[in-house]
């Protein structure tokens, strides 16, 4: 598959740089794959599209405060921006402006937080080594949340440290929100309960790889990072009994999908902690995922790629096309689509 087929052209007042005042306000776009049809409703009424039965599968991964400002001995700036921890104190990072840092720059930070910047492990990332092991709960007051780089702030703002997060993040350990879970609130999940839809919770770490664009020529020679991710035993047993009893397994964004389908094998979903690798582009088959509810992404993206394999190239494009006509939101803080 050749990468511009996920291209599209999208104006720049239509990535949505702030979410709506209510969650559940967001559009909705359903599209139905058996017949093409597309309707448009709001995600407050997501409900009336799904079954008794169904199982809506989420990511409870809570995204921590990757984004560090701190200061070199010399007085200059540096930022470094987490990516995964390694070890008990050490960090994989980011780190800027990468030209004016060397091997053993130590860095202050502020709250008794301070690091070296000890390894460079490429071009881009650097190994960082804290003087504390519990990083992330240091992170709660000299971190910032860390915001995709199309979200434009000249400062912090504390709504995005609420609202950047889904209503049932728990697991600290994302430096990205699992975005489609952000429209959920605690009255569409009253009116799913109200429906018969169950739901269950896996985690899956959403890396900084998640932001990566495809940038080779074919698809396929495009590599994903890795995430860490767990499924439990009761979360394979809910999705393997709606299964059985004729319900949908509802995969609340693309981060989801990927878990479950590492996690299905033998048709049964099994429970399992890794990191997956898996990355899904057409013509692959998903197993795991009867419905899929996802944000509308960037061009030439992983995630555009799994959505097309989910629901077919000419479907979704036509979709997106749909969405810029009728002025819907796009990105980390846009608008819903729901693929039945």
């Given amino acids: ?17 702030r979410p709506c005042e209510r969650r559940d306000a967001s559009r909705l776009m359903v599209v139905f794959r ?21 199982c809506m599968a989420l990511n409870n991964t809570r995204v921590i405060r990757a984004r560090l400002h701190g200061r070199k001995q010399t007085g200059g700036k540096v930022e470094v921006f987490l990516l995964r ?26 709250a008794g937080l301070s690091a070296v910047i000890d390894l460079r492990l490429d071009a881009n990332q650097w190994q960082v080594r804290f003087n504390v092991s519990d990083v992330i709960r240091h992170l709660e007051t000299s971190g910032e949340i860390p915001l995709p780089p199309y979200i434009k702030r000249s400062a912090p703002e504390d709504a995005d440290a609420r609202r950047y997060q889904t209503i049932y993040a728990s697991t600290l350990g994302a430096v990205a929100a699992p975005t489609a879970g952000l429209h959920l609130t605690e009255e569409v999940f009253a009116s799913l309960d109200a429906k018969g839809v169950s739901r269950c919770f896996l985690t899956l770490h959403v890396g900084y790889g998640t932001f990566k664009p495809i940038t080779v020529d074919k698809v396929e020679a495009h590599v994903v990072d890795g995430e860490e991710y767990e499924l439990s035993d009761a979360t394979a047993h809910a999705l393997n009994a709606a ?58 993206s992983s995630l555009l790629a799994l959505v097309c394999a989910f629901a077919g190239k000419e479907l979704v494009m036509g979709a997106y096309e749909c969405a810029i006509k009728e002025r819907f939101r796009f990105y980390s803080y846009g608008d819903a689509m729901l693929i039945l």
Avoid: S
């Fill in 85 to 110: 921890e390694t070890a008990p104190g050490c960090w994989t990072a980011l780190v800027r402006p990468a030209a004016k840092v060397k091997p053993g720059c130590p860095v202050r930070f502020g």
């Fill in 34 to 54: 058996e017949t093409g049809h597309i309707q448009l409703d709001h995600y407050r009424n997501i409900a009336r599209y799904l079954h008794a039965g169904d």
């Fill in 243 to 300: 299964r059985q009893q004729g319900g949908r397994v509802v995969a609340v964004g693309t981060t989801c999908a990927r878990a479950l389908e590492t996690q299905y094998r033998d048709d049964a979903f099994q429970p399992g902690t890794g990191v997956t690798n898996l990355y899904i582009y057409p013509p692959y088959t998903l197993h795991a995922v009867d419905a899929l509810q996802t944000n509308f992404h960037l061009p030439k």
């Fill in 1 to 17: 598959m050749r990468t511009d087929e996920l291209d599209y052209n999208l104006p720049e007042e239509l990535i949505a740089q």
